[in-house]
């Protein structure tokens, strides 16, 4: 279905403020997931549904620690990874400007910070090279077994150019936890080749694969690779839980944002028209048959989000927008985090 986008938006963030977030954290929050929802991603309002957002009762101030000219830590106190994140964000911005790069750790967060692309953006768009990668719950499968033991361990990298930031935001996962979500939320099945059911067996059944395990984005080496080498930058790296060992009830968003200036090297100018110039030769290179369309990371998203900002509505799945409704209404008991 279609909805206003302004009604939308409203309805979103009354959810989220219902969820015990002030206006501050409602803002950053609602900017996140509406990165996502406009981009067609799945790390959008989904999240509001089901077990949903609420705040945990028991987080405290978030804490630079282990810090440094160039570096540091922050301890997120249990508090919502995506204001933690977007924290984190700032201070690397803030090191790369004064020293060249910027580099934070993350850790004690037990929420997702959603489309991690968002996060990098931000950097590009200071001109500079954004690298954020986040840890997660074991749902994913190594090559060779069906055991969940990674996390869908998304990678965003973000570079600048003449005419705006590149952004690529992938799970190493073959789908992110909330897509399968989505789909059983949809009563849609999944793609065959994605999934595992508790016994090894492919699946198609959203609710078999969330009781099994997701295959890696290639279901092979190279997947299984690098989500491995992900998990270890936002788990073992900056101290949270990985791979089911350690808290993995209270400290598995481990992250690490790296703002990269790129005077330490080429020069701002010359990477921003080196990217643009990039971009100009793949968009020109001779398409396969059947083929309309040679995209950059991130194009498609972006053109998407601005086709529907123009358009001043929003296409949402029934279910999903039907619960969002039920969220919003003030005398609807919202899920609660035990203390």
Known sequence: MKVSLNEFEAVTRRVIARYGYSESEVATIHAVLMYAQLRGNNQGVVKLIGPGIPRDPEAGTPSLVNETDVSAMIDGARNHAMVVVNDAVDTALTKATERGVGIVGVHHLNTS????????????????????????????????????????????IAVPSTTGAVVLDMATAAMALYGVIEAQTAGQPLPPDIAYDSEGRLTTDPAAALTGALRTFDGGPKGSGLSFMVQALAGPLVGAAFAGV???????????????????????????AGVTAMS??????????????????????????????????????????????????????????PA
Do not use: C
Not at 121 to 149: F, H, L, N
Not at 246 to 272: K, T
């Open 113 to 156: 910070s959603g489309a991690i692309g968002y996060y990098a953006r931000r950097i590009a768009e200071q001109g500079m090279v954004g690298i954020v990668v986040a840890g997660a719950p074991p749902t994913v499968a190594p090559e060779g077994s069906y055991k969940a033991i990674f996390g869908t361990n998304p990678l965003a």
């Open 246 to 272: 350690g808290d993995v009830a209270n400290n598995w968003g481990g992250h690490l944002v790296i703002a990269l200036d790129p005077e330490l090297l080429g020069g701002r100018e010359r990477m921003s």
């Open 280 to 337: 100009e030769r793949v968009k020109a290179a001779p398409p396969l048959p059947g083929v309309d369309e040679i995209a950059v990371p991130g194009e498609l998203g972006d053109r998407r989000a601005r086709a529907t900002v123009e358009a001043g509505e929003i296409e949402v799945e029934d279910n999903l927008y039907a619960e969002l409704l039920q969220l919003g209404r003030e005398d609807e008991a919202l899920p609660q985090t």
